[in-house]
């Protein structure tokens, strides 16, 4: 069983930066898929940037690519997203996934196991 700790959420102004953290325990394999998904008020979660585990295939949303970008450190066993020149419409809670089926995972059921979520919040 996969478990997935997140951090780092909390508020900034648009145009600047935040990086999202997840510990992922348990035990993984290089053909597994990890990532991350949004969902603001309203909304249906979204799939946001996504990567084999150990790296490769990595696929951003249209709307975070050149601003976003998902990485690991094996060492630590730990997936980031960087967060840069952030908008209000980036304002959601952020939620790790981990799959070991589809990668990219690009829809909600594509992950098996899920963070529990850090909220993300943009000011003008």
């Known amino acids: 069983r996969i478990q997935l700790t997140e951090s780092g959420g909390g508020s900034v102004q648009a145009g600047g930066s935040l990086t999202l953290s997840c510990v992922v325990s348990?035990?993984?394999?290089?053909?597994?898929?990890v990532g991350w998904f949004r969902q603001a008020p309203g909304n249906e979660r979204e799939a946001v940037a996504t990567?084999?585990?150990?790296?490769?295939?990595?696929w951003y949303a249209r709307s975070v690519n050149q601003r976003f970008t998902i990485s690991q450190d094996d060492a630590k066993n730990t997936a980031y997203l960087q967060m840069t020149s952030m908008k209000p419409e980036d304002t959601a809670i952020y939620y790790c996934a981990y799959g070991g089926g589809t990668c990219p995972m690009k829809r909600p059921a594509d992950s098996h196991y899920w963070g529990q979520g850090t909220q993300v919040t943009v000011s003008e």
């Open positions: 348990g035990i993984t394999y290089t053909n597994d898929c």
């Open positions: 990567q084999y585990w150990r790296g490769g295939g990595t």
